[in-house]
């Protein structure tokens, strides 16, 4: 059974940086694509990053620039840092994970497994 967590969820100030990680175990395939989504305030999920077996990485348009997305040490771990954060970016972030995911790297409905989320909060 494929598990997935999230960790590294704080409290910063406007301005801060943070990095956060994804593990996940029992995943027995090579092949994979993980991503970042985050639930903020007036505004639904969105998917921020993601990146795959092969290292390919999406990001979202508005966020490029200022969160990166990267493997883990752990296998099939997930690192995102962010910086530059503003009170805007608080919210709930996810990692998920599925076997592929190409174009379609923004649609949460591609993704199988969840973790549980982590939250970050930016304050002004």
């Known amino acids: 059974q494929v598990h997935v967590a999230e960790s590294g969820g704080d409290l910063v100030e406007s301005g801060g940086s943070l990095t956060m990680s994804c593990e996940t175990s029992g995943w027995t395939r090579t092949d994979f694509c993980m991503a970042w989504f985050r639930q903020v305030s007036d505004k639904g999920g969105e998917a921020v990053a993601s990146i795959d077996s092969d290292g390919q990485r999406n990001y979202d348009d508005s966020l490029k620039g200022r969160f990166t997305v990267s493997r883990g040490t752990a296998k099939n771990s997930l690192i995102l840092a962010m910086s530059d954060l503003t009170p805007a970016d608080s919210g709930m972030y996810y990692c998920?994970?599925?076997?592929?995911?190409?174009?379609?790297?923004?649609?949460?409905?591609?993704?199988?497994?969840w973790g549980q989320g982590t939250r970050v909060t930016v304050s002004s």
């Open positions: 998920a994970a599925t076997w592929a995911c190409g174009r379609a790297w923004a649609a949460s409905n591609v993704y199988g497994y």
